[in-house]
């Protein structure tokens, strides 16, 4: 089935708010209930979060296209990026809000979502469903599979059982949710969440210190984030407890938390130093914040070296799960030919191979169609494979590494008679590795000038006199290495040349233990 397939990441709960929110109004008159109200036939109890796009907002109205461009950097779903969406034209002609519903499965151990459309009947309601499932246009069947019509709303859903539930399901209106659309007014943007008991303690388990913040968490009755972009960008954000006591002690714990010396971490250290100067006010049992353009400027500002910390980090991350990725396939493919690369696939007339290692590795990375398409009795360039390294799969890109060419990759083998690849069309078995896999480099990471396109069979030839050049290295002199037994390490260019030589080489008697490799001595 084609269907418009995108990411999604809600709008941050650490988003800031205001001090001074609209003035509310009576319970049977307020904004927020009477919202609530509309959309009560698509909630239930187990719903955490409520987003809503409000497209007709005064701030939204003069600021699409900064709407738009904040909304596809920050605001998406795993089926529709709302960036997107409101590039067509029908969307913003017919629909006056949009909205998310995420809700908790199962002992909050699965979150499942689906989007809602205010509808204003200028547009037909079978385009705009078209629109969001990403098809020229949609049947009855496809209608009755993912979409619910109720009043002027229009869910549209990821999964038929979630379509057959919100048609089945009596309508809901937490009060909570209503007390905080009326904080948000008529911001543009907003976040209304309430995650408590399994939901959150399932999701912070990754997180520092996840009892502490279970705590805090449980003590809320909602957390309601806004964003206008007019005259300027805003930001609000409130915290909602039961009591003024647990209002007064949660604010002790961000400024605890915010003081200076009391985090260890280099990077969460950062981030609370960015906050030091925004603390919330209080009132009553609510903490609220208000941030304006230059505040978020400022913020800004203090969080850039420990945001680059935590995309370098992830960046390492990926990079290393896709070299170990690689090292899977080898094995795999091992298993399959009883040898490594490029083994029996046909060879040009000198003997070499027609194709990178990383062609006959595709099937091995989950890409059988691509592999397919290739004519292997071809060399890499010709006509018709050269098209094909346009399809170069995610796990040979090198996250955050800007290449001359987008079919690049600088996940290269080391290239020699007695390396991993020999270049020369010899299909190495697990038996000629004679000083063992767990000591033989089998891939590298090589900087951009020695990138290569990735279909053609042309590797990081290995110099003993230059063993480190055109290795990507840290500031560190440090460099990842993936191993013929699938383990990636970190090592150093300070190593000895010669240890590096007995690292690559597969059968030279000296075994190398990593633990046991000599350093040159170096002067500060």
Known sequence: MHRRLLSFAALPLLLFASVAFAQETPPSQSAGRTWLKEISPFLSPEDIAVGRVRLDA????????????????????????????????????????IAFVVRSGDFGESIESFILLRLNGKVEDDKILALVLGYEEVDDELSAAYAVKKGNWLAVTNSEMTTELLNEQLPFAPAKFADAADLLGDDTLQLIASMTGDTFYNFSETLPSPTVLQYYVSKLKFAAAGVSFAPQRTIRMALQFGSAEDATEARDWL???????????????????AFRNFLPNQSGNRLAWKLDESNLQQIDQLLAPAMASVKSEAQAMTSINNMKQIGLAFHNFHDTY???????FPKDKDGKPLLSWRVYMLPYVGYN?????????????????LKLADQIPP?????????????MTTYLLPQGKDAFWTGDGKSLRFRDFTDGLSNTIMAVQTTPAAAVIWTKPEDWKFDPQKPFQGLQVTEDGDFWALFCDGRVENLSTQMKPEMMQRLIERNDGQVVELEEVEFEEFEE
């Open 58 to 97: 005064p701030s939204a109205k003069d600021t699409i296209p900064a709407l738009q461009k904040y909304l596809a950097e920050n605001v998406k779903h795993n089926l529709y990026s709302l960036g997107d969406l409101l590039q067509e034209q029908e969307i913003l002609d017919g629909v006056t809000e």
């Open 369 to 385: 169609e691509l592999f397919d398409e290739f004519r292997l009795d071809e060399p890499w360039d010709s006509e018709h494979n």
């Open 395 to 407: 796990c040979y890109r090198v996250p955050g590494v800007e290449l001359p060419d987008p079919r």
């Open 255 to 273: 400024e605890s938390l915010t003081t200076p010396g009391n985090l260890n971490n280099p990077v969460a250290s950062q981030i609370a130093a």
């Open 338 to 344: 009883l040898s490594f690369p490029p083994a029996q």
